[in-house]
């Protein structure tokens, strides 16, 4: 009877033989010990299967945000040359791309200095009571544009929903039975022209 704690294995010749070997070549004091290694590799196999599986969740859900994860700890394969003639992403590609960038959905150190770069820059910043939108000013003179023809309930995907429910949140649009959807810095330049 084996001491408490311990417990009895009957192994096949060979297979006692294999764990002889290894015994032998990585210095192991006994076939417990090999087999506590064997143990010990299998759950950092499991370990580094379950890490893949995160990373790919992970990856899954970068992309589902619309960007993709920085690789820092794989090499790049391009040539000096090629990393040469890459032009750098500037804030104007990502807006030509996404049209509508609100500032709560990125974390920026200081708001004010990236808001005042996307103005130097030429992009639309329109500022709300909850939110700041900065915006493609291509997509934004069409946004404009499109919207007035549009009815009291709109349908509208992507950006342009994303841009109408932002001017709508923060009271900077609203519908007029007559005029249909009225800016309010329109509406109140209006005003200013007929009572200034």
Same mark, same amino acid.
């Given at each position: 009877? #084996?001491? &408490?704690?311990?417990?009895?294995? +009957?192994?096949?010749?060979?297979? =006692? %033989?294999? @764990?002889?070997?290894?015994?032998?070549?990585?210095?192991? %004091?006994?076939?417990?010990?090999?087999?506590?290694? @064997?143990?010990?590799? !299998?759950?950092?196999?499991?370990?580094?299967?379950?890490?893949?599986?995160?990373?790919?969740?992970?990856? $899954?859900?970068?992309? +589902?945000?619309? %960007?993709?994860?920085?690789?820092?700890? !794989?090499? $790049?394969? +391009?040539? #000096?040359?090629? $990393?040469?003639?890459?032009? #750098?992403? +500037? @804030?104007?590609?990502?807006?030509?791309?996404?049209?509508?960038?609100?500032?709560?959905?990125?974390?920026?150190?200081? #708001?004010?200095?990236?808001?005042?770069?996307?103005? !130097?820059?030429?992009?639309?910043?329109?500022?709300?009571?909850?939110?700041?939108?900065?915006?493609?000013?291509?997509?934004?003179?069409?946004?404009?544009? &499109?919207? /007035?023809?549009?009815? /009291?309930?709109?349908?509208?995907?992507?950006?342009?929903?994303?841009?109408?429910?932002?001017?709508?949140?923060?009271? @900077?649009?609203?519908?007029? %039975?007559?005029?249909?959807?009225? =800016?309010?810095?329109?509406?109140?330049?209006?005003?200013? !022209?007929?009572?200034?």
């Amino acid at each position: 009877m #084996p001491r &408490r704690g311990y417990r009895n294995v +009957t192994l096949r010749e060979e297979l =006692f %033989s294999r @764990l002889e070997e290894l015994r032998k070549r990585y210095g192991f %004091s006994g076939i417990p010990d090999v087999i506590a290694y @064997l143990v010990n590799v !299998e759950e950092m196999c499991r370990a580094c299967r379950d890490l893949a599986s995160l990373r790919s969740a992970v990856e $899954q859900l970068v992309n +589902t945000l619309g %960007s993709q994860p920085q690789r820092r700890s !794989e090499p $790049q394969h +391009t040539k #000096p040359a090629e $990393q040469q003639r890459r032009k #750098p992403v +500037t @804030l104007m590609d990502v807006l030509r791309e996404r049209k509508v960038q609100l500032l709560s959905e990125i974390r920026v150190r200081n #708001p004010d200095r990236f808001v005042e770069r996307a103005r !130097e820059l030429g992009a639309v910043v329109i500022e709300g009571a909850r939110d700041t939108a900065i915006v493609d000013p291509v997509f934004w003179s069409e946004f404009r544009e &499109r919207v /007035r023809g549009l009815p /009291r309930e709109p349908s509208l995907r992507g950006a342009e929903e994303k841009m109408f429910r932002f001017l709508r949140e923060n009271a @900077l649009i609203y519908f007029d %039975s007559s005029r249909g959807w009225v =800016f309010v810095d329109e509406d109140v330049a209006s005003f200013e !022209e007929t009572y200034g």
